[in-house]
């Protein structure tokens, strides 16, 4: 069953800030929301995680709706290396911790 | 700190050969994840390991597929015989107590 929902591709120019949907509305309240990107020819990257609250580090920024069925990735610098595919995931508590990949979001940062 | 390291790489074999893929996760972590990825897809889990014990292995075809990981530590994940849709990229992942998952390079199969 799908998890989360993401739009296949986006745009951003470079310098500019990428802001990535996420869907998850059938997210249960002891759920994470994880987001992951994975550049070409490599394995996933962690990128942050949220339960409620947003979440800043140093890569990005998490937005997550007050009813937290879904959320935004925001780089707020984008650069070519950004260039990659971003995966929003659920992390299923209830089957034990597993990790569910969707089909993602293939971000190309433009120059 | 050396992170999920996966071997080989790279592996071209012929259909109904064998093929073993190795990963050795980051010391500490207890769990760790075996995923294929199709080409254009999102990486699909196909077993997961509580230190020894595999714990969710619902998803790995145990027909032609079979994995271990012995001592809770490193983890090997076979196939025999392969087949063409085999062809794939082989994701292992592990994770401790209170981090996210990492993610190794995984090993790209090409079955001829």
């Known amino acids: 069953d799908a998890k989360t929902t993401q739009p296949p591709s986006m745009d951003c120019a470079e310098g500019r800030a990428a802001n990535l949907p996420c869907n998850h509305s059938?997210?249960?309240?002891?759920?994470?929301v994880y987001w992951y990107r994975q550049i070409h020819s490599q394995g996933p990257q962690y990128i942050i995680h949220?339960?409620?609250n947003n979440e800043t580090n140093e890569m990005a920024s998490l937005i997550i709706t007050e009813d937290r069925k879904s959320s935004t990735l925001i780089l707020p610098h984008a650069t070519l290396r950004d260039t990659a595919v971003y995966y929003c995931?659920?992390?299923?508590?209830?089957?034990?911790?597993?990790?569910?990949f969707g089909t993602g979001t293939s971000l190309t940062v433009i120059p | 700190e050396a992170g999920v390291v996966q071997s080989p790489r790279y592996k071209i074999i012929e259909k109904k050969q064998p093929v073993a893929f190795w990963c050795n996760p980051i010391?500490?972590?207890?769990?760790l994840y075996w995923y294929l990825q199709n080409l254009g897809q999102g990486p699909e889990l196909l077993i997961r390991?509580?230190?020894?014990?595999?714990?969710?292995d619902s998803q790995l075809p145990k027909d032609r597929f079979s994995a271990e990981r012995l001592k809770g530590v490193d983890s090997t994940l076979k196939i025999q015989p392969a087949e063409l849709g085999d062809s794939a990229v082989y994701l292992c992942?592990?994770?401790?107590?209170?981090?996210?998952?990492?993610f190794g390079q995984g090993t790209r199969l090409t079955v001829v």
């Open positions: 995931i659920v992390r299923v508590v209830r089957t034990g911790n597993q990790f569910y």
């Open positions: 059938t997210i249960s309240g002891n759920e994470y």
């Open positions: 390991y509580e230190n020894e014990e595999a714990v969710d």
């Open positions: 949220g339960l409620k």
């Open positions: 010391s500490g972590h207890n769990t």
């Open positions: 992942a592990s994770r401790g107590q209170n981090t996210e998952a990492f």
